[in-house]
């Protein structure tokens, strides 16, 4: 059974950054798509960013281009959310997941492994 596990989160100040990893075992995360998103308090989840399995194309949702960058490290099967210039608005507990997903992977219905999530929390 294939797992997903979620760290780095935690609490900043606007402007701050955090890293968050997503971290599988029981398969290798290079053989799928690994999408991170996110869910708000009252909100649904939304796609963040997603790294596709063949090219390594990396998406990502238009507020956080230029702020989130996504990354893969295959030799510890691991997918890093690197955050920077956080915003309140980013506030909301992460999740990655991972599935057989091409290039629209940013639509979390296409993922049926999920982790447990990590809470990212942005206030002054």
């Known amino acids: 059974q294939p797992q997903l596990v979620e760290s780095g989160g935690g609490s900043v100040q606007p402007g701050g950054s955090l890293r968050l990893s997503c971290a599988a075992s029981?398969?290798?995360?290079?053989?799928?798509?690994i999408g991170w998103f996110r869910q708000a308090p009252g909100k649904e989840r939304e796609g963040v960013s997603c790294?596709?399995?063949?090219?390594?194309?990396?998406h990502y949702k238009d507020s956080v281009k230029g702020r989130f960058t996504i990354s893969r490290d295959n030799a510890k099967n691991t997918v890093y959310l690197e955050m920077i210039n956080l915003k309140l608005e980013d506030t909301a507990v992460y999740y990655c997941?991972?599935?057989?997903?091409?290039?629209?992977?940013?639509?979390?219905?296409?993922?049926?492994?999920w982790g447990q999530g990590t809470q990212v929390t942005v206030s002054s």
């Open positions: 997941a991972a599935d057989v997903v091409g290039d629209y992977c940013l639509t979390d219905h296409l993922y049926d492994n």
């Open positions: 790294i596709t399995r063949s090219h390594g194309n990396a």
């Open positions: 029981g398969f290798s995360l290079d053989d799928y798509t």
